[in-house]
């Protein structure tokens, strides 16, 4: 069995699953944000009106709740959802509720690792299609909508079907300037945004195995993007070492999958040969090398995101920004709290503020084309976020080209879509 | 079961959550007031075109994105009762489901050229058929997998539960 399978087959208490079964799960974690926890409740609420009583949650020591999508409150409606999130998460004895403007607080799949709430081989679901990242410490982590997180938080489990896994290994010297972000965003263009549609998409090869943690997730984050159930990487010492750096030093167990497990299509890459990329509008699969597109010009520069604001991603932009001044507007914000006051430690901070680019807070919010930062009409930003469907950002008119943050933060300083290496 | 409507067809593939119920209403958890953007990202006159049991017909890997609810439940609520697509992203069609919103019916890719909008067609879910109205011609469907129509059948997940 592939680690995939062998988790699901431990949730399911089964011997063995095989891609297709309909299994029910036990569920160990499972994580609601801002958006998606108004909507949980909606459906308690709804069920309440045909007869039906939540008294208690399965087990609220296992859920925990970010606050990301519409902080600082967007709005009135927004602070309304977040009063009464807080409200529901007291009655029910959620304890772990990651508040805007409370130390430690940020986007939702970046608290899980960052905070090591998801362990290796443990079932992860959370309210938010890209919860996909924590895959990366070898769980199975998906995303679900709210009927299924209201089912979790009630009974502990949910059903799955057994996907099949899609093996994606990656070898050969990785060259300077390419990031994990070039390297999903050119198995994405190869397989197609519904490539990996039902499947798990797992990720090996001395590429990979050599890659830091944080890199690891942005491979994981974008699996979403080719339609995956769940992203995956075998946990080794680097994740080991991640976790330990976060709760100390404890027993992993380490569950990988086995030495004969089937995978339903391999794929060979060679690092070697990949370039500094962009996925240009609509699509998170439309990926060229950035020099096929080098001078298109840009309006605004955003390094955010689950998958594009972590510290790693941080400090590439600032090395490309250091000492530079932007050409456009710059937005820097930090994925969590704790990554936020790493970057001040570091000097990073300064480094994006003397560039002339603005610091905010960790949220969502342009990411979705929600707050903070929308894109007008026509407006074109280069973005180290995770899709660029139409309106994505703000504006139906407005275009969005996904990349990794050091052609972000090049594109910043020239003002047009830049490969680093070019500078 | 058989249901009965009309079909809004938007023959394009990989028709996103973001185009389906753009980011800035997901704070909207009042169902009807979600209804009034529905496709708002694709056709602004969609809510207007649309009567209470009719279908979706659409290309592959339709509602890929987010997965927010808030997708299926702001179609449901326009009157859509069914989407017929040649298939669907995972969470949009198992929040569809299990909410007991509406029914993603997936199809052949040939079919979708053989269905034009405004047809009348009836689908019919026990002999997994569909009949053309309009063009007096009948394709057939996927039919639902085992867990699922006992879903459907329950009324959504917490019933199957409960039941």
């Known amino acids: ?423 | 079961m058989v249901l009965k409507g009309t079909v809004h067809k938007y023959n394009r593939p990989n028709i996103d959550t973001d185009v389906i119920i753009p980011g800035p209403y997901l704070k909207i958890h009042d169902h009807d007031e979600l209804a009034k953007h529905a496709m708002e990202g694709l056709d602004p006159d969609f809510t207007t075109k649309v009567s209470k049991g009719d279908f979706l017909l659409v290309g592959h890997n339709f509602g890929c994105g987010s997965s927010r609810e808030h997708a299926p439940i702001a179609l449901s609520k326009t009157g859509i009762k069914a989407i017929l697509s040649p298939s669907f992203a995972r969470i949009f069609y198992r929040n569809s489901i299990d909410g007991g919103y509406l029914l993603p019916i997936e199809i052949e890719e040939n079919i979708l050229e053989k269905i034009d909008d405004k047809d009348e067609i009836e689908i019919n879910l026990d002999k997994n058929s569909i009949l053309n109205v309009t063009k007096k011609e009948s394709y057939p469907i996927k039919p639902f997998s085992k867990i699922i129509s006992d879903i459907i059948e329950a009324g959504g997940l917490f019933n199957y539960k409960i039941s």
């Open chain 1, 1 to 423: 069995m592939t680690l995939t399978e062998k988790i699901l087959s431990h949730s399911s208490n089964s011997k063995t699953v095989t891609p297709g079964d309909i299994i029910f799960s036990n569920v160990d974690k499972v994580m609601m944000h801002d958006v998606s926890g108004p909507g949980v409740i909606k459906v308690f609420k709804e069920l309440e009106k045909k007869g039906y009583q939540l008294e208690k949650l399965w087990d609220p020591d296992r859920v925990w709740i970010s606050e990301d999508h519409f902080v600082p409150a967007s709005d009135r409606i927004s602070a309304d959802n977040v009063i009464q999130l807080t409200k529901w998460a007291q009655k029910y004895g959620i304890k772990k509720h990651f508040k805007y403007g409370m130390g430690q607080y940020g986007i939702c799949h970046t608290i899980s690792h960052e905070e090591g709430l998801v362990l290796p081989g443990e079932v992860y679901v959370g309210g938010d299609s890209h919860t996909n990242t924590t895959g990366a410490i070898g769980a199975f982590s998906a995303g679900l909508g709210h009927t299924d997180i209201a089912y979790v938080l009630k009974h502990g489990k949910i059903w799955f079907k057994v996907p099949e896994t899609m093996l994606f290994r990656v070898t050969g010297k990785k060259p300077d300037y390419i990031m994990a972000k070039d390297i999903i965003l050119n198995i994405i263009s190869d397989i197609g945004t519904d490539g990996a549609n039902y499947r798990a998409m797992q990720f090996g090869g001395s590429v990979v195995d050599g890659l830091e943690m944080e890199e690891r997730f942005t491979l994981t984050n974008m699996t979403t993007e080719a339609g995956a159930k769940n992203g995956i990487i075998e946990p080794d010492n680097t994740t080991v070492e991640y976790l330990r750096s976060r709760l100390g030093r404890i027993n992993f167990n380490l569950i990988k999958g086995d030495p004969d497990a089937e995978f339903s299509e391999v794929f060979d890459y060679d690092c070697e040969k990949m370039e500094p990329s962009v996925a240009k509008p609509y699509s998170p699969e439309n990926v060229v090398p950035v020099r096929e597109v080098q001078g298109t010009e840009i309006d605004k520069a955003y390094i955010g995101s689950c998958t594009g604001a972590k510290l790693s991603d941080l400090r590439s932009a600032a090395k490309i920004l250091d000492g530079k001044k932007v050409k456009v507007r710059t937005e820097v914000l930090p994925a969590a709290q704790s990554i936020y006051m790493k970057a001040i430690k570091e000097g990073l901070v300064t480094i994006f503020m003397e560039s002339g680019a603005v610091i905010g807070p960790p949220t969502c919010g342009a990411c979705c084309g929600a707050h903070m930062g929308v894109l007008g009409k026509d407006e074109i930003c280069a973005s180290t976020t995770n899709r660029n469907f139409p309106g994505r950002m703000g504006d139906v008119t407005s275009k969005t080209y996904l990349a990794s943050p050091m052609v972000v933060a090049a594109s910043a300083i020239t003002g047009k879509l830049t490969d680093p290496r070019d500078l």
